[in-house]
């Protein structure tokens, strides 16, 4: 299990990694192909729990779901007025999502469940948008591929110092009818990994040392409130993993569950630092 574990991670981080590097096309078109393998696990735990919705309803979704990414690498290569944080792709996304997703479900109902339009409307937001964030990050200019390594060594150092000094001194749990496994002191730890991370490749970035603290702080909170989100919809669904996607490790879904809350903070906070004279 160990072997496959790390051959899997091993795996998974060279690809992912490589992408991110390459950025432009490969990354938008990885990150749109994501969404809709999270979104598909997202999904399935609803199904597991009893959600019926019918295939147009569900086609939906998926198109809904990639539409955020797909706006996002639109939305980074706009200029002039509609360029930004405050560019009109990502509203207009939302716009289109709510009405199709309602439309989809009045046109299939009964064969879709009452709350089928509004699982897929949070679905592609929870997943969509979300993940669409790490395309703008990547794509918003010479130092994007920092600034998404930001996300994602900040999740990860979280991840790490969490399961680490958890397995090792935890003793309180933090809330075991959701995680049973999570402690108190872990959740320290992850605190300590986010900092550290967030530090570290700050520097590149020329962030100052208050905001650095701050967005390993917050990037830690929500990364691991996020992982406790995940486990919420898992426990109602009754399963263990949201997939089978990365042997060893479970589905997509338990891997970008911190990531999902995390890339969002850091696009808007390194965005509002940016309107206050930062570089950006």
């Known amino acids: 299990m160990l072997r496959t574990r790390f051959i899997t991670g091993v795996v998974f981080g060279v690809v992912l990694l490589g992408a991110l590097y390459l950025g432009g096309l490969v ?64 509203g207009l996304v939302l716009a289109l999502v709510v009405l199709a997703s309602l439309t989809a479900l009045v046109l299939t109902y009964p064969a879709s469940g ?98 650095r603290l701050g967005l390993g702080l917050a990037v830690a909170v929500f990364g691991q409130a996020g992982d406790l989100a995940e486990s919420a919809l898992k426990r109602y669904a009754g399963v263990k993993d949201s997939g089978q996607a990365l042997p060893g490790h479970g589905g997509l879904l338990d891997r970008f569950d911190s990531t999902l809350l995390a890339a969002p903070l850091i696009y808007y906070v390194l965005a509002l630092w940016a309107l206050k004279g930062g570089v950006w």
């Open 114 to 211: 009452a709350g089928g339009g509004l699982v897929v409307i949070a679905g592609s937001v929870y997943v969509g948008w979300a993940l669409a964030h790490l395309t703008l990050l990547r794509l918003s200019g010479p130092q994007g591929l920092w600034r998404a390594l930001l996300v994602f060594a900040g999740v990860w150092a979280t991840d790490t110092l969490a399961y680490s000094i958890g397995s090792l001194l935890g003793r309180h749990k933090l809330k075991p009818s959701l995680s049973p496994g999570k402690s108190v002191e872990g959740g320290v730890g992850g605190l300590l990994g986010g900092v550290l991370a967030a530090w570290l490749v700050g520097i590149p970035l020329g962030l100052p040392a208050g905001l």
């Open 27 to 90: 990354w938008a078109w990885l990150v749109i192909l994501l969404a809709a393998a999270v979104f598909a696990e997202y999904l399935r735990l609803w199904r597991t729990a009893g959600l019926t919705m019918a295939p147009a309803l569900t086609v939906v979704g998926y198109l809904a779901t990639m539409a955020w990414p797909l706006a996002a690498w639109l939305q980074a290569g706009a200029t002039g007025p509609g360029a930004g944080p405050g560019g009109p792709y990502m």
